[in-house]
Nanobody, 121 residues
Framework: QVQLVESGGGLVQPGGSLRLSCAAS????????MAWYRQAPGKQRELVAG???????NYADSVRGRFTISRDNAKNTVFLQLNSLKPEDTAVYYC???????????????WGQGTQVTVSS
């Protein structure tokens, strides 16, 4: 069974930094696009950043220049470096993959369980 497991969330002061990780486990042949989403209380889930298998990235306007997404294909892991954090970045951050290829076929739209990021003084 393929799973995405996030880690690295926590409480940080405004202006601080965090690094989130999302590791895919299970029998995996390859992973296509990976992305980070976030959902704040009372708001819809939104795309934060995405990265293709070849390394092309895209960011939400609200985080561009502050957050950096990267991946290690050999370890089936995606990272999100969060710098210059603001209180409005407070949310549950979710890892997502649009397609994970396994020996038995493709898995589409796979989500992790989420990790809480709280930015507060």
């Amino acid at each position: 069974q393929v799973q995405l497991v996030e880690s690295g969330g926590g409480l940080v002061q405004p202006g601080g930094s965090l690094r989130l990780s999302c590791a895919a486990s299970g029998s995996i042949v390859s992973i296509y696009t990976m992305a980070w989403y976030r959902q704040a209380p009372g708001k819809q889930r939104e795309l934060v950043a995405g990265i293709t298998k070849s390394g092309t990235t895209n960011y939400a306007d609200s985080v561009r220049g502050r957050f950096t997404i990267s991946r290690d294909n050999a370890k089936n892991t995606v990272f999100l470096q969060l710098n210059s954090l603001k209180p409005e970045d407070t949310a549950v951050y979710y890892c997502n993959s649009d397609r994970i290829q396994t020996p038995l076929g493709g898995l589409y739209d796979t989500w992790g369980q989420g990790t809480q990021v709280t930015v507060s003084s």
